[in-house]
């Protein structure tokens, strides 16, 4: 497995806004980056995606209805990285858990204690202790 990268900004920050659509997006990952910064882009369009589908209108989680149809501007990305993983468009388990941890101290082994996630849902330590132990 390919590490983890814990963001694109550092390694592909020269990255130009003017360049539109996830065709673009996807040859400057798979020349600059190659697996490891699908599977980064992947996960963070995922958890946008999925954000914006569930993100209540008035800040009312209880009332929240999820949307039917995502902005192009994380659609298209998203589309074009997903295909060129050979993966559904959705936040997929390998994604989420696979794809989705540090180590606390780089020196240190992967074990519960020094594994953390780069992103969550909700945050806090029961979402973080919950998929760390599963």
């Known amino acids: 497995m390919p590490p983890t990268l814990t963001s694109l900004c550092d390694e592909y920050g020269h ?18 980056g190659g697996q490891p910064a699908l599977e980064r882009a992947n996960l963070v ?7 914006f589908v569930w993100a209540p209108d008035d ?9 039917t149809e995502l ?34 101290n780089p020196e240190g082994g992967i074990e519960l204690g020094n594994i953390s996630r780069l992103l969550n849902f909700r945050g806090g330590q029961d979402e973080e202790w919950y998929h760390n132990n599963m």
């Open 45 to 51: 369009l995922s958890f946008l995606a999925h954000s």
């Open 59 to 67: 800040n009312n989680i209880a009332k929240a209805k999820p949307t």
């Open 71 to 104: 902005p192009a501007c994380i659609a298209v990305p998203w589309t074009a990285v997903t295909e060129a993983l050979d993966r559904p468009t959705v936040l997929t388990y390998y994604s989420y858990n696979v794809c989705n941890w540090k180590r606390i």
């Open 15 to 32: 990255y130009s806004s003017q360049r539109k659509g996830g065709n673009h997006l996807l040859s400057f990952l798979q020349e600059n």
